[in-house]
């Protein structure tokens, strides 16, 4: 997203997405998934210089990531989809 559009962007996301829906399934799915001790690390991680550094990054990451992500899932669908015709 170009800087100059990000801050309306965000705006509008905060207008149309329910904020408090998502953070009710992300807690639930976090202890369905994760122990008490494993939560606090990941916490610890995240407050921590570098994982703090990580996350700054990690918006840049799957931007680069996705592409190749999005064209193999397409081409394994295709390759699906044929082998079913």
Known sequence: MPEALREGF??????VV???VLEK???????????????NAMAEFYS???????MRKFGAYMADVMPAVQEEMILGLDHMERQVE
Do not use: N
């Open 18 to 20: 329910r904020a408090d």
């Open 10 to 15: 965000v705006a509008q996301m905060r207008i």
């Open 48 to 54: 921590s210089p570098h994982g703090a550094s990580a």
């Open 25 to 39: 399934a992300t807690r639930a799915s976090l202890v369905r998934h994760f122990t008490v001790d494993e939560l």
